[in-house]
């Protein structure tokens, strides 16, 4: 204080928010994701410097202290009442992101090594995370193995072990977009969810599962924290090899905070629990995410061959859509790389697809507007006018 230099930075950061206010980039990245904006502001006017007047940034700020272990309890009570979690669950705040949970998950939920666990490899990240698996305990693959990721197949060709320690699936593939549109029946096996692309994006009967555990950085908040939400038979199982830190027993009664956690992580996911709630909650966010969804799919079953998608129609995810751009039936690599560029003089960004899978993606996660993707939509029917060449569809 009194230096001219922290006025000027102020005046700086000021500056800042009212253009960010202003402008209309469009970010369809598919995680770290797009934040609302009116999370943004308030957490750089707000926490960044001064949280709830203390003086202290969220940043500065103790996981120990009371505004930390206040802002915690409201945010599991927050998350309690949007999915309607019931109370032989608890909520934990970790670290390590999903890639950490695909070692925590075995080492938890399976005695020893001998045990076998049940995966559903639909795309890439399930595919990571039963290779993970094996090092802790023995993988089943549920479904036959096709490197194409495009479907799911059918429960009469399923798999599933009986008594197995748990049944693993991927609720919504971000890279390969492909979605269970439902919950996979596994009988009495406890059934575990990766849900990071599609947490909060959906209702969830959360009483089916033994564990469902979300990245924060597409629907929720910022890289640095880890949802997990398991049911209480659940804890206490934990191989002695099983880290400390991601012993989901030690953490439950720690609070979360054995070690330090991600303060401004958690406070940002406070900040979008509560803007979630004042957009209607999840039932109203699920009827906004088929509205885009919808949008960018008829554009695309709409174009007759130029835009092109990989995945069959009864696995489609609502937020993660990839496609590419074809003449005669073909990828064109140098029309794909245009697009993205176009886009992005256009303040659209981040559509270029995974380098596994290649073509285009939108990312259409909770904080992407229905404007937005209006104006995707306007773009692409715009790009499809000016560079399609007439010929016959595939």
Partial sequence: KGSSAYYINLSHLIAMVERRKSEEVINFAPGPAKLPLEVLIEAAEQGAFSYKDSGISVMEMSHRSTDYLAMSQETVSLLRELLDIPANYQILFLQGGGTGQFAAVPLNLSRSSDEVADYFITGLWSKKAAEEAQKYVKVNKVLTHSSHYNSIQEKEHWKLTPGAAYVYYCANETVHGVEFQGIPDTGDVPLVCDASSSFLTHKMDISKY?????????????????????????????????????????????????????????????????????????????????????????????????????????????????????????????????????????NMYELKGHRAVGGIRASLYNAVSVEEVKTLVQYMNDFMARNRVTSPPA
């Fill in 210 to 346: 033994a564990l469902i555990f979300a990245g924060a950085q597409k629907n929720v908040g910022c890289a640095g924290v880890t949802i997990v939400i398991v049911r209480d038979d659940m804890i206490g199982k934990a191989q002695s090899i099983c880290p400390s830190v991601w012993d989901y027993k030690i953490q439950a009664d720690n609070n979360s905070t054995y070690n330090t956690p991600s303060v401004w992580g958690l406070y940002i996911v406070n900040l979008v629990l509560k803007w979630l709630k004042k957009q209607g909650g999840v039932e109203a966010i699920e009827e906004r995410c088929a509205t885009k969804a919808r949008m960018v799919y008829d554009t695309i079953q709409n174009s007759n061959g130029f835009y092109h998608l990989l995945v069959e129609p009864a696995f489609r995810s609502r937020v993660n859509i990839p496609f590419h751009i074809c003449r005669n039936g073909n990828p064109v690599k140098e029309l794909e790389e245009k697009f993205v560029k176009e886009a992005q003089a256009q």
